[in-house]
């Protein structure tokens, strides 16, 4: 039986809401199950307010205009992230200023941003990788040194925690100024397609809500704040319909229960993997002692480029999907060019080398292990 690396969980009321959210005529956006799910991130979470978007990118365009990305801006991000994690500020007219990743982690070096700060840098933008924190009480110390705004790319890190050196546990995406969250279907908590913004500095507050519809007004209006609604500010499309928000209600709703299936997989790939990858120079993913783990993705470190190339073929051949991940943006065709120059080694390395295994909910993982812990790399 073939073995996607991703099948999305369905938990059994999606279609129930989405047909409620139907019958109901209210389809188009910021309706009943838009505000439930904005709601529970805002309580659960203790984020100051949340809107649900169309997409992470879109949560992340949002959060550059909201910050006022000018042509010539500089924003310094990892390199081994996404596209849409750039775009959304190139987009703005921003030039981006990629750090390297660590040696054991493919979060950004937070000890290399300082040096990269210039009077034109305007934002940081960490990444948390597999949702795993980056070391946010270094990088809040220099948004405060330096009057930076931080904007969390927390795509991967819903139900992911900060550490802090002060003893206090934070969800990633509180952190910041700003975050962005995915609900790609490829992510813990899904609807097929979608997004959040998380608001955490209430001085974005009136402005995000203006700029999540289109640039008017018109929530003002619909809470009987305001007599009539116009267009006010720039903005666009960015919230989704109601469908979605149906759909990941459902989603949210069962929210332990799926991470704590996805954190049993984890656990036993981790603890069962071990000896095996050791003997292959292959290592597993350290979790920082400030991060908690919240399973979004199980990845390797091959030894080389070659080693991961013969692991894909090796597990294709038994109808097993394991897929690399981004490819480093400095050495996009796009911004190759527009790069300073630096090397950027350990990004490159995971470029090159990072393999991610089959996640999902109703995986059996017996049979992807018991396949890698026969492969022997004779190289």
């Known amino acids: 039986m ?11 009321n999606e279609t129930r809401y989405i047909e409620n959210a139907v019958k109901t005529g209210k389809i188009s956006g910021n309706g009943h199950y838009t505000k439930l799910c904005q709601d529970y991130f805002e309580r659960t979470y203790g984020i100051h307010k949340c809107l649900l978007t169309t997409s992470c990118t879109d949560a992340l365009e949002m959060a550059a205009i909201l910050i006022d990305i000018q042509p010539g801006d500089e924003v310094i991000m990892p390199s081994y992230t996404f596209v849409s994690t750039a ?25 290399l941003i300082e040096a990269l700060i210039t009077d034109r840098t305007k934002a940081i933008v960490p990444v948390h990788y597999a949702g795993m924190a980056c070391d946010m ?15 969390e790319d927390a795509a991967q890190a819903v139900d992911s925690f900060y550490l802090g050196e002060d003893g206090t546990k934070k969800a990633l995406g509180t952190i910041g100024h700003l975050a962005a969250f995915s609900f790609h279907e490829t992510k813990n908590i899904i609807s097929g397609e979608g997004g959040m913004l998380a608001i955490n500095d209430v001085q974005f507050s009136k402005r995000a809500e203006i700029i999540w519809e289109k640039g008017t007004n018109r929530s003002a209006f619909f809470r009987g704040e305001i007599d009539k609604y116009g267009w006010v500010d720039v903005g666009s499309s960015f919230l989704p319909s109601e469908i979605i928000a149906a759909f990941l209600w459902a989603q949210l709703e069962n929210l332990e229960r799926i991470q704590d299936k996805r954190n049993s997989l984890w656990r036993d790939y981790f603890d069962r993997l071990g000896t095996w990858a050791e003997a292959n120079g292959i290592l ?15 990845y390797l470190i091959c030894k080389s480029a070659a080693q991961r190339t013969l692991l894909i073929e090796y597990l294709k051949a038994a109808d097993i999907l394991a897929v690399f991940h981004y490819i480093s943006l400095h050495r996009s065709p796009f911004y190759l060019k527009k790069h300073d120059g630096r090397l950027l080694a350990q990004s490159d390395r995971y470029s090159d080398c990072l393999l991610r295994l089959p996640l999902y909910f109703e995986l ?11 492969f022997k790399d004779e190289g």
Do not use: Q, W
């Open 364 to 374: 059996d993982v017996n049979p992807v292990i018991e396949r890698l812990i026969h």
């Open 284 to 298: 597993l993913p350290v979790v920082p002692e400030f991060a908690t783990n919240n399973s979004h993705m199980m």
């Open 2 to 12: 073939a073995i996607p690396f991703n099948k999305p969980y369905l938990t059994g």
């Open 87 to 111: 775009n959304a500020f190139v987009l703005r007219g921003a030039k981006i200023v990629f750090a390297d990743s660590g040696e054991d982690n493919p979060n950004m070096n937070c000890e």
């Open 137 to 151: 009480d270094k990088i809040m110390s220099l948004s405060v040194k330096y009057n930076l705004f931080v904007i």
